[in-house]
C-alpha cells in the first residue's frame, strides 16, 4: 500500500509541476524576426542621418515596439523635436531592440527577440536611434528613424510552451515613413536605405518647423519665424516679435508687444488669440503684405467686430 500510495502521490506531484509550468506561460511567447532582409538583388538597410549603414563603429540602435492607443502618432511624430524625445519614447512599447555590432555589412542586420504575449492586434513599428548602443540609452540618441508598413502583420497571440513564429523581415521598403527619410537605390547602391534624422534642438512649442536660413524657420501653423537661440524670443514675419511661455503647441501663453499683453493661442488656434488685457478674444488675418487686420469678438452680439491695435 505505501509503495502504491507514493507513486500516486509523485504523479499527482508532477501533473501539479506540469499545470504550475503552464500557467508560468499562459499567456505565452513570440519569437519576432525583424531588420533586414533581401529580395532578388536588393536589400533593405539602415543608416544614420548622414546616410552610413550603421555597424560597430558607427554605433545605432534597432529596436521593434507599439505606441499607446492613444497616442497619435503622426501628429507627435511630426512636431518632435530634441527634448520631447522622452516623452515621445514613454509612449513606445518596446518588445526587442539590438546594436548593429554584428552587421553582415554596414546598415544591414537582422535578429531575432523573443516577448511575451500583449496588446494582440496592435501595429508594429521598427525605430533607428542614432549614437547609442543600446536601446536603454534611448534618450540620449542624436537622431531617429520611425517606420511601419501595411503588409505587417498585428502582433500575434503567443505560443506555449513553442514562441509563436513573427516575421517582419519581409520586406524591403517601407509605405510609411514618420520620422526619417528612404534614401533610394540610386543613392544607396545596395538597395533600399532608411535614414535617421537628426532632432532640432527647439523647444517643443516650435516642434514641426524647418529651417529656410540660419536661424529662419517655417511652421504649418504658424508661418515664418526668426528664433533667437539664446533670448528664446522669436520674430513673427506678421506679428513681430514674440515670447512664447510654455512648451505644448495645442495651448501656450505668447507675450505681444503690439497689444502689450499676454494671449493664450494654440496650433489649432492661431491666428485667433485670447488677449488678457482685454479678456476677449481676437482675430488677426495675416496679409500677404504683411499688414494684419484685427477683430474683436462681441459676446454680447456674437459678432466679429474691428479691433484697434494700441
Given at each position: 500500500m505505501q509503495q502504491g500510495t507514493s507513486a500516486a502521490f509523485s504523479i499527482i506531484v508532477f501533473a501539479f509541476s506540469l499545470l504550475g509550468t503552464?500557467?508560468?506561460f499562459?499567456?505565452?511567447t513570440v519569437d519576432v524576426t525583424y531588420g533586414s532582409t533581401f529580395s532578388g538583388s536588393e536589400g533593405l538597410f539602415f543608416v544614420d542621418s548622414n546616410q552610413a549603414g550603421f555597424d560597430s563603429s558607427n554605433v545605432g540602435v534597432l529596436a521593434v515596439g507599439y505606441f499607446d492607443s492613444s497616442f497619435d502618432i503622426?501628429?507627435?511624430s511630426k512636431r518632435l523635436v530634441a527634448e520631447g524625445l522622452d516623452d515621445f519614447l514613454a509612449n513606445f512599447n518596446l518588445l526587442a531592440?539590438?546594436?548593429f555590432d554584428d552587421a553582415a555589412s554596414p546598415g544591414y542586420y537582422t535578429n531575432v527577440g523573443t516577448f511575451s504575449e500583449q496588446s494582440v492586434g496592435s501595429r508594429p513599428y521598427l525605430m533607428t536611434l542614432e549614437g547609442i548602443g543600446s536601446f536603454s540609452e534611448a534618450s540620449s540618441a542624436t537622431a531617429i528613424g520611425l517606420f511601419t508598413d501595411s503588409h505587417f502583420s498585428s502582433l500575434p497571440n503567443g505560443g506555449d510552451p513553442i514562441g509563436m513564429p513573427y516575421d517582419l523581415a519581409t520586406t524591403i521598403s517601407f509605405d510609411t515613413?514618420?520620422?526619417g527619410w528612404h534614401v533610394s537605390a540610386s543613392d544607396f547602391s545596395d538597395g533600399n536605405a532608411y535614414a535617421s534624422q537628426q532632432l532640432l534642438n527647439l523647444p517643443r512649442v516650435w516642434g514641426g518647423s524647418s529651417y529656410l536660413t540660419e536661424n529662419w524657420l517655417y511652421l504649418d501653423w504658424f508661418g515664418i519665424f526668426y528664433y533667437h537661440e539664446v533670448t528664446k524670443w522669436v520674430h513673427h514675419h506678421h506679428l513681430g516679435w514674440l515670447y512664447i511661455e510654455g512648451s505644448n503647441p495645442d495651448g501656450f501663453w505668447i507675450y505681444l508687444p503690439i497689444f502689450d499683453s499676454w494671449a493664450f493661442t494654440g496650433s489649432s488656434l492661431f491666428p485667433m488669440f485670447w488677449l488678457?488685457?482685454?479678456?476677449n478674444w481676437l482675430f488677426i488675418t495675416l496679409n500677404e503684405d504683411q499688414s494684419i487686420v484685427t477683430q474683436s469678438f462681441d459676446a454680447n452680439t456674437q459678432v466679429w467686430t474691428a479691433f484697434e491695435t494700441p
Amino acid at each position: 500500500m505505501q509503495q502504491g500510495t507514493s507513486a500516486a502521490f509523485s504523479i499527482i506531484v508532477f501533473a501539479f509541476s506540469l499545470l504550475g509550468t503552464s500557467a508560468a506561460f499562459a499567456d505565452g511567447t513570440v519569437d519576432v524576426t525583424y531588420g533586414s532582409t533581401f529580395s532578388g538583388s536588393e536589400g533593405l538597410f539602415f543608416v544614420d542621418s548622414n546616410q552610413a549603414g550603421f555597424d560597430s563603429s558607427n554605433v545605432g540602435v534597432l529596436a521593434v515596439g507599439y505606441f499607446d492607443s492613444s497616442f497619435d502618432i503622426p501628429a507627435e511624430s511630426k512636431r518632435l523635436v530634441a527634448e520631447g524625445l522622452d516623452d515621445f519614447l514613454a509612449n513606445f512599447n518596446l518588445l526587442a531592440s539590438t546594436n548593429f555590432d554584428d552587421a553582415a555589412s554596414p546598415g544591414y542586420y537582422t535578429n531575432v527577440g523573443t516577448f511575451s504575449e500583449q496588446s494582440v492586434g496592435s501595429r508594429p513599428y521598427l525605430m533607428t536611434l542614432e549614437g547609442i548602443g543600446s536601446f536603454s540609452e534611448a534618450s540620449s540618441a542624436t537622431a531617429i528613424g520611425l517606420f511601419t508598413d501595411s503588409h505587417f502583420s498585428s502582433l500575434p497571440n503567443g505560443g506555449d510552451p513553442i514562441g509563436m513564429p513573427y516575421d517582419l523581415a519581409t520586406t524591403i521598403s517601407f509605405d510609411t515613413v514618420l520620422l526619417g527619410w528612404h534614401v533610394s537605390a540610386s543613392d544607396f547602391s545596395d538597395g533600399n536605405a532608411y535614414a535617421s534624422q537628426q532632432l532640432l534642438n527647439l523647444p517643443r512649442v516650435w516642434g514641426g518647423s524647418s529651417y529656410l536660413t540660419e536661424n529662419w524657420l517655417y511652421l504649418d501653423w504658424f508661418g515664418i519665424f526668426y528664433y533667437h537661440e539664446v533670448t528664446k524670443w522669436v520674430h513673427h514675419h506678421h506679428l513681430g516679435w514674440l515670447y512664447i511661455e510654455g512648451s505644448n503647441p495645442d495651448g501656450f501663453w505668447i507675450y505681444l508687444p503690439i497689444f502689450d499683453s499676454w494671449a493664450f493661442t494654440g496650433s489649432s488656434l492661431f491666428p485667433m488669440f485670447w488677449l488678457h488685457s482685454e479678456q476677449n478674444w481676437l482675430f488677426i488675418t495675416l496679409n500677404e503684405d504683411q499688414s494684419i487686420v484685427t477683430q474683436s469678438f462681441d459676446a454680447n452680439t456674437q459678432v466679429w467686430t474691428a479691433f484697434e491695435t494700441p
